[in-house]
């Protein structure tokens, strides 16, 4: 099996840019959203850490399973900084977050 041509490439990602799933982090981030991109996956890790479900997660930190599924497919637009990490301090009170 080789590789995709250039043209099936083009394809795929004019489909990928299509769907709404979970977001990835900027290819150049500015200190912030590496900051965000590292709280959003504190929550990812926690998840899969407990294996617990987006639903016990919701109700854990006390948001509704659309806003947790936000939080989880790294789509923070409605969320403030501040709000972020009072969320995942209700998950994880002992929580200690640096910025680098």
Excluded: C
């Excluded at 083009?10 to 959203?33: M, Q």
């Excluded at 996956?41 to 294996?51: A, E, G, T």
């Excluded at 009072?86 to 640096?98: C, G, Q, S, W």
């Amino acid at each position: 099996m080789g590789f995709p041509s250039k043209a099936e490439v083009k394809r795929a990602l004019k489909k990928l840019e299509k769907l709404e799933g979970t977001l990835a982090k900027p290819a150049n981030p500015t200190a912030l959203e590496k900051f965000r991109w590292d709280i959003q996956q504190k929550f990812v890790s926690y998840k899969l850490n407990k294996k617990i479900s987006q639903q016990e997660m919701a109700e854990i930190i006390g948001i509704d399973k659309g806003k947790m599924s936000k939080i989880l497919h790294n789509r923070l637009e409605e969320f403030s900084t501040d709000r972020l990490i009072t969320l995942y301090e209700r998950l994880n009170p002992r929580a200690k977050l640096k910025v680098s």
